[in-house]
C-alpha cells in the first residue's frame, strides 16, 4: 500500500454541476453565429474536459474559435446562473483536509473564472493550489497543469491521486505517471469515463474520502504549502 500525500480534483463535472448550464451557452452561441444548434448529445460527452476553445474547434471545426469564445463569455457574463457544488463536496475537502493532505484544482477554466467560483461556492478554505488554463501551454490530456500543480504542492507524482469525470483526466493523470487515478460518474461524461479505465470509480465525490480511508494509506503532511 502506498502513501497518498495529495489530491488532485478536475472542478467542473466533478466538484461543480454546471453540464446544464455548458450546453446551454454552447447552443446560445452557435445561434448568435448563425452555426447549426449542437445537440446536448452532441456537446457531451464529446466536448468533456476540453478547453473552451478546443470545444467550439471541434463542433465548428470549420470555424475560427475565438470569436465563438468571446460570444460565449459575454453570454455567460450578462447572464451569470446559479450553479451548485454536487452534495457533499465540502463535507468531502473537510475530511481530505483533516487528513492533514494537499488538495488542489486542475482545470480548463480561466484563472479569473476560477478564481471567481472557488470563493463564491466556499472551496477556498479546502484548496491549497489552483491551476487553470491560462498557466499552462499544453491542456489536459497533457500532464502540464498535473507537474505544476505537483511543483507548487511539493508532493512527488506516486504519491498523488487524480479525480475527474472526463477522459482528458484519466489521461493526464496517467501521462503524469500519478499513483492512481479516479473517474466520478456524476459528472459530463457519465459511465462513458470506463472506456479510459480509471484506476477507481466512484459514483460522485461524497464517496471519495472513504475510498482513501479504505483503500491508500495516508501520509500526513509536515510542511506547510507555500
Do not use: W
Amino acid at each position: 500500500m502506498r502513501n497518498v500525500e495529495a489530491v488532485l480534483l478536475d472542478l467542473d463535472g466533478t466538484l461543480y454541476d454546471t453540464k446544464n448550464q455548458i450546453i446551454a451557452l454552447v447552443q446560445e452561441t452557435a445561434k448568435k453565429h448563425g452555426l447549426p444548434v449542437p445537440s446536448m448529445e452532441s456537446i457531451f460527452p464529446r466536448t468533456a474536459g476540453m478547453t473552451l476553445a478546443n470545444t467550439f474547434h471541434t463542433l465548428f471545426p470549420k470555424n475560427d474559435p475565438e470569436p465563438l469564445c468571446e460570444t460565449y463569455r459575454g453570454i455567460e457574463t450578462e447572464n451569470p446562473q446559479s450553479n451548485s457544488l454536487f452534495p457533499k463536496t465540502i463535507e468531502t475537502l473537510k475530511q481530505i483536509k483533516a487528513m492533514r493532505m494537499g488538495i488542489g484544482i486542475v482545470t480548463s477554466r480561466s484563472r479569473r473564472s476560477l478564481e471567481k467560483v472557488v470563493k463564491e461556492t466556499g472551496l477556498e478554505p479546502y484548496t491549497d493550489v489552483l491551476v487553470s488554463r491560462d498557466d499552462i501551454k499544453n491542456p489536459k490530456p497533457d500532464p502540464e497543469q498535473i507537474f505544476l500543480a505537483l511543483n507548487r504542492l511539493h508532493t512527488p507524482n506516486i504519491n498523488t491521486v487524480m479525480v475527474g469525470d472526463s477522459q482528458t483526466d484519466i489521461l493526464a493523470a496517467r501521462n503524469a505517471g500519478l499513483f492512481a487515478s479516479i473517474g466520478v460518474l456524476c459528472g459530463h461524461e457519465g459511465e462513458v469515463i470506463t472506456r479510459s479505465s480509471p484506476d477507481y470509480v466512484l459514483d460522485s465525490i461524497a464517496d471519495l474520502a472513504p475510498l482513501i480511508l479504505t483503500t491508500f494509506r495516508v501520509f500526513v503532511l509536515s510542511y506547510r504549502i507555500a
